[in-house]
């Protein structure tokens, strides 16, 4: 009993050290809050990058998932308007930046690079 309840208090000093801890609760975008001309949620922006991530290595043409991800980034915009300092934009933006770079196309590229600027890299799409 003893080892759980210690187990337990120093997980919560852990996640009350995380960067998103520090964070005021309402700079952070609620789970339930919907963004962009499709109206996603943040779990459904997640979603789609990671599913666009696998559909590419499954062969998928790539130049569907780049426009199918335009919406995402539209949703994500419309996000990072709403909650600026939301630190979870930033992990949206470089899994799509990462979804992007497997894309070998100049639209990939340029995609990927775009993405990298918007995250504040100046360097190659994946750095």
Known sequence: ??????FLG???V???STPVAA?????LAPADEYFGRMKMSILGISNTIKDAGLHLDQGADSMAVIDSLAFTEDAIRDWQRHYPRDPWIARSLNALRTVYAKIRTERGA???????IWLGHESSPLR
């Open 1 to 6: 009993m003893h080892t759980r309840i210690g």
């Open 10 to 12: 120093v997980l919560f």
């Open 14 to 16: 852990l996640l009350a």
């Open 23 to 27: 964070q005021h609760f309402s700079d």
């Open 110 to 116: 340029a995609s990927a690079r775009r993405v990298a």
